[in-house]
């Protein structure tokens, strides 16, 4: 049994959700409310189970301000990355054109490393007003490497899956470092 | 007296404590003399663990096995319990693709009871320890 221990940046453009997102999961679904935009950083935290191991990750969810995109601020406090999600809005063509450089920005931090990530649709309650394709965001995410999902915080569908699925791959490259580790010797 | 690995679990030192375990491959690999063997760190950065010698050292060189570790420090304190621990050496390694990195500090005034060891930065999400040892001599068995 292995408790692994990854910093989860949360990243996109401002009211797509990230906020609601990280809280809903924090409460394990307890509640959906209304949340004014973040200031600076907040910090979730929460241990996700690794099916069929025994072993789980913990997850730092760092929740960021979208509107500091090209602020400095960020460089700092997302030094040294794990694992990244990736959020945009069904209904907000920007936000999800937005995602590019949001990705690239949280890569530049972690250079020379794999960075598992998520992609996270946002908000498809909104049926009516949805602007963004699931099959274009999926060939994007595919394109990236990174995992494709749709959420809707305020219904609280599908709100865990993007960080299961975040664990899954963080302790996926675990065990590889670790079959690595016994080839040096 | 007589020049030996004064870190090994079997001449009585021990680690007391590592942030990171993961039960396969537990802190105590580092000491057990035996570089196949590793611990492996499990999460964020910095990481470290502290080595007891369980009594008065003066240690002279350090060589450090490891894989990924980007850059290090090391500090001391010659108290019986692990406190008061003073800045003592700081090291940048270079990344050594599929091989270990290994390397040799000459080090001074090396009078200690702990040692700990600070993996700042790394190469990676995970690094590996194999194996510290330290060159030295005992110049107390009591800590
Ligand atoms: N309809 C709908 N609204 C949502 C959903 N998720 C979040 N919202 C609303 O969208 C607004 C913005 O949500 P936040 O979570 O604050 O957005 P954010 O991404 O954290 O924004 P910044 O902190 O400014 O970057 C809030 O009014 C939420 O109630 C959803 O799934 N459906
Ligand atoms: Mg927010």
């Known amino acids: 049994m292995v408790k692994l221990a990854a910093k989860c940046i949360l990243a996109g453009d401002p009211t797509v959700g990230k906020t609601a997102l990280a809280q809903l999961f924090r409460s394990d679904g307890v509640h959906f409310q209304n949340y004014t935009l973040t200031a600076g950083v907040d910090l979730v935290v929460k241990t996700v189970p690794v099916p069929d191991t025994g072993d789980s990750v913990e997850l730092f969810i760092f929740d960021s301000a979208g509107k500091e995109l090209f602020s400095e601020m960020l460089d700092k406090l997302w030094e040294s990355p794990n694992v990244l999600c990736l959020v945009y809005d069904v209904t907000n063509e920007q936000s999800f054109n937005s995602c590019g450089k949001w990705l690239e920005k949280v890569r530049a931090q972690a250079p020379g490393t794999t960075l598992p990530g998520v992609l996270v649709g946002n908000k498809t309650d909104l049926a009516g007003r949805r602007a963004v394709d699931s099959a274009q965001a999926q060939a994007w995410a595919l394109g990236q490497g990174l995992e494709c999902f749709e959420t809707s915080v305020k219904e609280m569908e599908s709100y865990e899956a993007p960080f299961h699925c975040l664990a899954k791959q963080f302790h996926q490259l675990y065990r590889e470092r670790v079959d690595a580790f016994h080839t040096l010797v | ?143």
């Open chain 2, 1 to 143: 007296m007589r020049q030996f690995d004064l870190c090994l679990s079997s001449e009585g030192s021990e680690v007391v404590l590592a942030t990171s375990s993961d039960e396969k491959h537990p802190p105590e690999n580092i000491i057990d003399g035996n570089p196949e063997t590793f611990w492996t760190t499990t999460g964020m950065f910095p990481q470290e663990f502290i080595i007891c010698f369980h009594k008065h050292v003066k240690v002279e060189k350090l060589i450090i096995q490891s894989y990924l570790v980007r850059t290090l420090k090391i500090e001391k304190t010659k108290s019986k319990e692990p406190v008061d621990f003073e800045r003592w050496i700081e090291r940048d390694f270079v990344h050594t693709e599929g091989q270990l990195q290994n390397e040799e500090i000459l080090v001074h005034d090396g009078y200690c009871t702990y040692l700990r060891f600070i993996i700042t930065k790394a190469f990676d999400h995970f690094i590996s320890v194999h194996c510290v040892s330290a060159e030295g001599l005992v110049v107390s068995n009591h800590s």
